[in-house]
């Protein structure tokens, strides 16, 4: 266990989280590495009436991982992981990134949807659902749980499974941290590469409109494991980009096959044919494509999201208005394509609603400073108000900031909503992990 206090030489590093607008003090960080560390810092702050805060990777968008003034529980030195390909089953710690998770996996052939961004720590990703690139083929990170370990706020280390503690075991399947300090996970995983046809093919903004709705019909009739997702985004200043679309709006396809490369090349010919005028697609590492994306730390960052059970030209050209605008030039529009193992049986074993749902749209501003930030924030809120008469009310949890209970109750709907609150009252009843999409105890 290590303490630090805002004298300790590593505070400041150890407070900093990747969106730029937390800045956020708290009294004590404490650096737990095992679960009888993560159960003393919590006594600690019962002792003297701390609020808690709990950091592994610290990626959420409203710093939900820090506080001002109480005490951090932090994760990240457990980093242990432990993977059996015969069982394919992978038993790891809280402080994994999905970025390490991969590496480890991928060493065997194996892997579970992970992250977008790598750099996502796997606790918070997989407590809150776990959406990312494989998701129409495996389902969400939390399908493929077996069992967590956890502390809860009284400091007693449980297990929730099927078969022990099942309505915790549900509860964690999307409900955030809401119910303790995860330590431990254990996944079943699935056969994949290590090599996979990946990549980023792009378009000059100009063929925006029919290129959006060119993949628009191409990806509702793709396979399940056709991970196709459609970024607006400001061409960057790199050696792959035509020297007269640097600094222009560009549309991209980011392209991932969940299974044999050869036949992930076959699929990605539907989506070559519409011309992209720079193809990236290859045969690439699953975990090095993994955390070729990766979005830089120490922006100022604000995002959404919103669900659709379709995508209408009225409704793209409100996507596509709003990418002409992009506040600076690492903002990015996201259309994210649902369908296949989203909506599936393991569905109804989750407290997330409206899986069903076609379509997600994730607005990401980021700007360069607090006076972009809130720019940022200006033009994602405006894309939510002219997209909604387009937009189900269902929302991603972990796609979002501190938007309020309405849309937290949006993600789970009442009756998910009360029986999640039934669980906390008897985990949490003080409400002690409040640093979160907060589930409130029933009473």
């Not at 494989?134 to 399908?143: H, P, V």
Request: with cysteine; net charge negative; proline share 6%.
């Amino acid at each position: 266990m290590k303490w630090m206090k805002p004298d300790s030489p590593d505070y400041d590093d150890a407070r900093t989280l990747f969106n730029a607008m937390i800045d956020r003090r708290p009294a004590v960080i404490a650096q737990c590495g095992t679960p009888a560390d993560v159960a003393e810092a919590l006594k600690y702050a019962r002792d003297n009436n701390l609020a808690v805060a709990v950091r592994a990777g610290g990626h959420s968008v409203a710093g939900m991982s820090l506080n001002d003034g109480g005490l951090v529980v932090d994760v990240r030195p457990m980093k242990s992981a432990r993977v059996d390909p015969e069982a394919r089953t992978a038993t790891v710690g809280a402080g994994l990134t999905c970025g390490e998770f991969d590496r480890a996996t991928q060493e065997h052939g194996l892997a579970i949807t992970g992250g977008r961004v790598s750099t996502t720590g796997l606790a918070g990703f997989t407590l809150g659902g776990g959406s990312g690139w494989l998701e129409r083929a495996f389902g969400f990170a939390c399908d493929d749980l077996i069992s967590v370990d956890l502390v809860t706020a009284a400091g007693e280390q449980v297990t929730a499974s099927a078969q022990e503690n099942p309505e915790l075991f549900w509860a964690l399947h999307g409900g955030g941290g809401n119910f303790g300090v995860a330590t431990s996970f254990t996944f079943g995983l699935h056969q994949l590469g290590p090599k996979v046809h990946a990549g980023l093919l792009m378009w000059p903004g100009d063929a925006a409109t029919e290129l959006s709705r060119g993949y628009r019909k191409l990806a509702l009739a793709a396979p399940n494991e056709v991970s196709a997702t459609l970024v607006y985004a400001t061409a960057p200043a790199e050696p792959f980009v035509p020297p007269d679309l640097v600094g222009k709006m560009a549309v991209y396809v980011v392209y991932v096959f969940a299974g044999d490369a050869e036949e992930g090349k076959e699929h990605a010919k539907a989506y070559r044919e519409l011309g992209p005028v720079v193809d990236l697609v290859e045969d690439t590492g699953y975990a090095d494509f993994q955390c070729s994306l990766d979005d830089p730390p120490g922006k100022y960052n604000y995002w959404s999201a919103d669900y659709h059970d379709e995508l209408s030209d009225d409704a793209l050209d409100i996507i596509i208005d709003s990418a002409r605008c992009l506040p600076g030039p690492s903002s990015q529009q996201l259309i994210a394509h649902w369908g296949g193992a989203v909506g599936g049986p393991a569905a109804a074993a989750t407290p997330l609603l409206n899986r069903g749902a076609s379509w997600v749209s994730h607005p990401f501003g980021l700007g360069d400073d607090p006076k972009g930030g809130q720019e940022a924030k200006a033009w994602v809120k405006q894309f939510r108000r002219d997209i909604s008469p387009y937009a189900t009310g269902g929302v991603w949890l972990n796609f979002i900031g501190d938007e309020g209970q309405a849309r937290i109750r949006a993600a789970y709907g009442d009756e998910n909503y009360n029986r999640l609150a039934q669980v906390k009252r008897q985990f949490d009843p003080d409400n002690t992990f409040r640093g979160n999409q907060n589930i409130l105890p029933a009473t």
